[in-house]
Every structure is written in C-alpha cells, then in structure tokens.
C-alpha cells in the first residue's frame, strides 16, 4: 500500500530564511507522482508543485523546489526565501502507478509552517 | 481561483439527515474526485468519477454515494448524517484522471452536523 509520512507537525522561521519540510512515502510502483499542496487558513488547497517518478531534474517552481531522492523515498520541500504570506498547512501527496487505475491522492498529515518577521 | 466551484460553501445540519455537496469542474476537465477533511482522518480520498463513471472508491462510507452528470458537474450525497461526518469536503478535477496530472481543488464545502 502507498504511504505518505510528514513527520514535522510545526515549523517555524525566519522572514527571508529558507525552510525544508519533510516528507518520505513508500510505495512498491515504480511509476507515481508526488504534489504538494498549501492550505492557508481559509481552507483551500493550492498546488505548489509537482514531481514524477521519472522525472531526471528536480522539479522547482519559483521559490519552491522538491529535494526528490529517490533510493530514500524523500520529497522534501524547500521554500526559499520565506514570507509571511507562506504561513499555512502544507501537505505532501502521492498519486498512484501503474498497478492502479487511478490516480487519486494520499495525503500526509501535514506541516504546519509558521514565518516571523 | 482553480476554476472548480462547490456549492454551498458552509452547511450546518442535524444527525439524522441527509445533505447534497454539488461540485462543477473545470472547463475540459474529465476526472472529479471528492476528498474529506477532518480533524481525526486528516485528508481522505473518498471517491473518483472519470467521464460519468465511477473509477476509484476510497474509504468512503456506505451512507455516502456520489455521481458524476453527463455535463460532468458532480454530487457527493451524504445521509443518516452523524456527528463525525462534520468535516471539510473538497472537490477536485483533472483533465483526465492520468498520473502526473494536477489536480486542482474547490474551496470545499464545510460541513457541520449538530
């Protein structure tokens, strides 16, 4: 079965630091993808970025990029430059291989990022 | 704005009854899927119509049932609410359901059963 584990509960940082969230998933397919997701505290999920199994390059998105290393099953997600507008919940997601037929995400339980001036 | 809208946006509701969650995608989007937040589950994976059709089932309860309309808008019912079913419900959409594609999500629908 597919698993995603965040085991940073709370983060905290400095303005204009950079922060890495953690995420490691376990899966048994080779072909999957890993997300992650924003929720500010109005609720709705932002994607942030996005990174296949297959991809060569880590993926990057503006100030995000995922620290994706495969032989130890990370996804980290590291945001540079923090701003206060980056307090939120953020989530790391899986989608599922070739051995489903769907593509539905597991999530984790989340990091909940807190930014100071 | 992901472009996928769910009505209504708040529901405050009794235990015992049953409620409708109506989700529309985005333009050209064919995959809709329902997902529940809550407290003690975190983020689940309830249920994914692709085109009309059912093509994944979570760990959605026997009380909920959903459906995916030819104009592909879809409907997550729930029934014989109780207590625990107060949750956040989203809805996402993806062009067509593959790996590696986004998913984008609506702003959901707070559900909260007194």
Known sequence: AQKITQTQPGMFVQE?????????????????????YKQPSSGEMIFLIYQGSYDQQNATEGRYSLNFQKARKSANLVISASQLGDSAMYFCAMSGGLSYNTDKLIFGTGTRLQVFP | ??????????????????????????????????YQQSLDQGLQFLIQY?????????????????????????????SSLE??????YFCASSVDGTVGNEQFFGPGTRLTVL
């Open chain 1, 16 to 36: 204009k630091e950079a922060v890495t969230l953690d995420c490691t998933y376990d899966t048994s397919d080779p072909s999957y993808g890993l997300f992650w």
């Open chain 2, 1 to 34: 704005d992901s472009g996928v809208t769910q009505t209504p946006k708040h529901l405050i509701t009794a235990t015992g009854q049953r409620v409708t969650l109506r989700c529309s995608p985005r333009s050209g989007d064919l995959s809709v899927y329902w």
């Open chain 2, 50 to 78: 692709y085109n009309g059709e059912e093509r994944a089932k979570g760990n959605i309860l026997e009380r909920f049932s959903a459906q995916q309309f030819p104009d592909l808008h879809s409907e997550l019912n729930l």
């Open chain 2, 83 to 88: 207590l625990g079913d107060s949750a956040l």
